[in-house]
């Protein structure tokens, strides 16, 4: 498969077209920012890490049926995916209090809610990405109810599978963010990437910090915390 031309650079991946029908190239940076691109830096080695752990992660939720567009693995920053129309909706699933939730509510972070949360942001960079619900979102055309009914049971289904994979490598999942995309077909799949970027990973033992959280707040030790994660994940 070809490289071609750059399509698309976003905050932490580019993309390029290939010379193959359908399937795309995504190149993880290791550039990192945070509330909504106002703070920006450098996670040395992320690029490598999100890369291979968001594959090692969509593979297991392929096998527990849930399809992704990953397609194959090209190197340690690059990989070849189907070419999705991605829905704009950002998906968020919470299983503990934290961030933005907190804040909102009043809630100290860290306290396990009875159960799991589904929220979608409307994917818009100059908006701040705010918060809508399904209402919302069949409103304004961004999706259709059965497309919607689709991604919500995909969304706990991922929380599933990996609140018990995560567990088992001794790692607490907070909560995270995924997006879905369609194909040519309108069939819906899990797209983007599964990472600290996109996760709040929680030590079992000692509920320390292993994700995005520690470049967000100026935690230190953020290139070990992103290490420490992909070390469990047992794939070098
Ligand atoms: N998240 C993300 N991209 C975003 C916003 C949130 O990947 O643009 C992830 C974030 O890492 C966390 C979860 O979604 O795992 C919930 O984030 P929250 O709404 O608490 O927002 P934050 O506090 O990060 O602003």
């Not at 920053?77 to 070419?83: D, G, I, L, P």
């Not at 934290?98 to 009875?114: D, N, T, V, W, Y």
């Not at 706990?156 to 567990?167: A, G, L, Q």
Request: proline share 2%; charged share 35%; net charge negative.
């Amino acid at each position: 498969m070809k490289k071609l031309d750059l399509l698309y650079e976003g905050k932490a991946k580019k993309v390029y077209k290939t010379d193959e029908e359908g399937i795309l190239i995504v190149d993880y940076k290791d550039d990192a920012t945070a509330f909504n691109g106002q703070k920006k830096g450098t996670i040395v080695g992320k690029g490598a890490i999100n890369n291979r752990m968001t594959n090692h992660v969509l593979r297991l939720l392929e096998k527990e049926g849930v399809p992704t567009h990953l397609v194959e693995e090209l190197s340690d920053r690059e990989t070849a995916v189907k070419a999705v129309k991605i829905v704009p909706l950002e998906v968020i699933i919470r299983n503990v209090a934290a961030g933005s939730f907190s804040k909102k509510l009043g809630i100290e972070e860290g306290r396990k809610l009875l159960c799991p949360t589904l929220e979608f942001s409307y994917k818009d960079d100059d908006l701040g990405d705010p918060f809508i619900n399904r209402y919302y979102a069949l409103a304004l055309g961004l999706a259709t109810e059965e497309e919607i009914d689709t991604i919500t049971r995909y969304a706990f289904k991922v929380n599933e599978v990996m609140i018990r994979y995560f567990d088992s490598i001794g790692i607490e999942l907070i909560d995270f963010k995924i997006e879905f995309g369609r194909l040519e077909d309108g069939t819906i799949i899990l797209a983007d990437e599964i990472s600290p970027d996109t996760c709040r990973l929680w030590d079992k033992e000692t509920r320390e910090k292993l994700d995005k959280d520690r470049f967000r707040r100026d935690l230190g030790n953020v290139e070990d915390a992103y290490a420490e994660v992909f070390k469990r994940l047992g794939i070098e």
